[in-house]
């Protein structure tokens, strides 16, 4: 008179696939108590149990960091996974690993220089169609060679780049690159200050978010003016930054215009020696924010709290 198992078990389990992320199902889990789990494949047959003691002691992510080495510009969640390299022409921030890992910096106009330096020394060819994505990227970082941060080496890798790309004139694919990039008629406020962000911390209490954008005509640009330090102090208190500097580069004056929000101005006053103007100041020869930017704010801002 026993009953048969099949009267007893669950038919509507909840299952999982071989290729489903572990952040998403742990996620799922919240909602169910169960210990396991099984996982099947495209036909529903059994591959084996997903107990939550596989989740906890689950493998980190192994990443590598491209063209940043801050906690604020990188992927949430950077701190759970294991850095494997970086690769990178900024200041050194604040990441920290839990052992030795390849860090390459070095003071270049571009990352994409470091990267197909890395091609060459590992002897790994460059596709043509690899080839012109590294040199466009050289040639956007740098502004057509005209940035501050430019350097031989910058030159002498967009020169073989552009040979494998089959690129002979690397001004003219340069212009188009930033006048491309410099149309932004088609993007919201949000979208403007958040496309090229940069989140900086000075100190243990002071963190400046900078945005830059190119353009080729300034004073149009900033007819959106009031829109976008709107959308700016809105993101500076969302994400709770003591400054809001926004870098309009003008590629054909060779300088920028800088939007501000925040309370601490007088830091920006501080670092450039200009005083603002309606939150907003022109810097003659101002082309890079890594350079000329990042440095003498972060000076100000330790002379400030000193």
Do not use: W
């Not at 290729?19 to 169960?34: A, C, F, G, N, P």
């Not at 910096?105 to 590294?134: D, F, K, R, W």
């Not at 009031?226 to 809105?234: A, K, N, Q, V, W």
Request: proline residues 4%; glycine residues 8%.
């Amino acid at each position: 008179m026993s009953l048969p198992v099949s009267s007893t078990m669950n038919q509507g389990a909840l299952t999982f696939g071989p290729d489903d992320l572990l952040d998403e199902v742990r996620e799922k889990l919240v909602k169910y108590k169960h210990r396991n789990y099984p996982v099947v494949d495209e036909e529903q047959r059994l591959l084996g149990l997903l107990s939550r003691g596989n989740l906890l002691a689950g493998p980190a992510k192994k990443v590598i960091l491209v063209d940043h080495n801050e906690l604020g510009q990188s992927v949430a969640g950077l701190i759970q996974a294991e850095i494997l390299e970086i690769v990178d022409h900024h200041r050194l921030g604040d990441v920290q690993t839990d052992n030795p890992v390849f860090f390459r910096n070095e003071p270049v106009g571009s990352t994409a220089t470091l990267v197909a330096e890395c091609y060459h020394e590992e002897g790994v060819a460059i596709s043509a169609q690899m080839a012109g994505l590294l040199v466009s990227a050289i040639l956007s970082d740098t502004l057509i060679f005209q940035s501050p941060t430019t350097t031989a080496k910058d030159r002498r890798i967009a020169q073989e780049l552009a040979e494998l790309a089959g690129i002979a004139d690397l001004t003219l694919l340069g212009r188009e690159l930033l006048e491309a990039g410099s149309d932004t008629d088609h993007l919201t406020a949000e979208q403007l200050i958040t496309e090229d962000l940069k989140t900086f911390a000075f100190g243990a209490d002071f963190t400046v978010g900078v945005a830059q954008v190119e353009t080729s005509n300034l004073e149009r640009f900033l007819e959106r003016g009031s829109e976008l330090m709107e959308e700016m102090e809105r993101y500076r208190q969302n994400n709770r930054l003591d400054l809001f500097l926004l870098l309009v580069t003008d590629l054909f004056r060779q300088g920028s215009e800088l939007l501000v929000t925040g309370p601490a101005q007088h830091i920006v006053e501080k670092a450039f020696g200009y005083p603002l103007q309606g939150n907003k100041v022109f810097l003659p020869g101002v082309l890079s924010r890594k350079k000329q930017v990042i440095p003498p704010l972060g000076k100000a801002v330790q002379e400030v709290q000193i």
